[in-house]
């Protein structure tokens, strides 16, 4: 008899497999792996900055600027060095890699598949399928986009606990574990060798649909002088701009059309963006995990089916 925790293994694995074929053409290209090896990392460079990196904390301050803590922070950050900044923001990244390993540890724990004396084949078959899991996580985070630039923040931190996640959960497999602050530091080292230009794209096409569905509340101009004012990026305010010149080759007026109902579509294309975009991210990790610590011959980046 399967139990609870069984059967969701088996649905995330099944719902991974199947989300593995739409990523066939996402996968990291066997020469670049061949580059990449564990003994490399061993000693991290405390240098393992990644798109996460750059990311995550402007979106924190553009989901905290309207409330009242976002006042306090805009106050704190002409008063506090960038440095302390920096700490903070490091300190936060730790916290995630925290909980990511206990995570994998605890998950891996409970997993009556994993033992101490597997054989090759045997640890091979369980990286495969504690991948499909992290895919169907991975891609499940998609659904918080729903929520607009909060739901953005909370799907990105929860993209960058389940990579971590599975570089542990793989280290583990191949009994090669990464522990302590040291293992943490490892694992973003690992995660930094991934091209995450995909996240960038994601939250671009994600924030323009943001963009979209504000303008249904007002017209374009009520929009563009509120982005002003609140001091909005020059990429947005420039799309902005953009977007009148179009109209106004198409002899559109913006300010007469209801736009209303794109309410009812942004949702649902959000939500497929973002669960497109994490298929695609995680699909690069797994491939770099599986060849960082599967022994040789390594593994390839070949799709997971």
């Known amino acids: 008899m399967h139990t609870p925790t069984t059967l969701s293994r088996r649905l995330l694995e099944t719902l991974g497999q199947q989300l593995a074929t739409f990523t066939q053409k996402n996968s990291v290209q066997t020469p670049f792996l061949a580059s990449i090896d564990l003994d490399s990392l061993q000693h991290p460079s405390s240098n393992y ?5 750059d990311h995550i904390p402007n979106l924190s ?5 309207k409330t009242s803590l976002g006042s306090y922070s805009n106050v704190a950050s002409h008063l506090l060095p960038k440095s302390s900044f920096d700490k903070i923001t ?5 916290q995630i890699g925290k909980i990511a390993q206990r995570w994998a540890e605890f ?12 054989d090759a084949s045997e640890r091979h078959a369980l990286a495969h399928q504690i991948s499909h899991q992290n895919r169907a996580l991975a891609v499940l985070g998609g659904l918080c986009n729903t929520a607009g630039l909060a739901g953005i923040l909370i799907d990105t931190l929860w993209l960058l606990t389940i990579c971590l996640r599975n570089i542990f959960q793989i280290a583990a497999i191949y009994d090669r574990p990464l522990t302590a602050q040291q293992g943490i530091s490892i694992a973003y080292e690992i995660l930094a060798k991934v091209d995450l230009n995909k996240l960038q794209e994601k939250q671009t096409l994600l924030a323009g649909l943001g963009m979209l569905e504000a303008m249904a509340n007002q017209n374009l101009q009520q929009y563009k002088s509120i982005m002003i004012a ?8 420039s799309t902005l701009h953009q977007i ?14 209801n736009l209303k ?9 959000a939500v497929s963006l973002g669960a497109t975009y994490n298929n695609m991210i995680i699909n690069q990790v797994l491939d770099i995990s599986r060849t960082v610590f599967a022994p040789t011959p390594k593994l390839t980046a070949q799709p997971l089916h």
């Open 49 to 53: 900055k990644n798109i996460f990196h």
């Open 61 to 65: 301050k553009k989901v905290w600027r």
């Open 90 to 94: 490091d300190f936060t990244f730790a």
């Open 107 to 118: 998950d891996l724990s409970h997993d009556p598949r994993f033992k101490t004396n597997l």
């Open 230 to 237: 609140n001091d909005e990026s020059c990429a947005a305010i």
């Open 244 to 257: 009148e010149a179009l109209a106004t080759q198409l002899n559109l007026n913006l300010e007469k059309i």
């Open 261 to 269: 109902f794109l309410h009812k579509i942004i949702p649902v294309t």
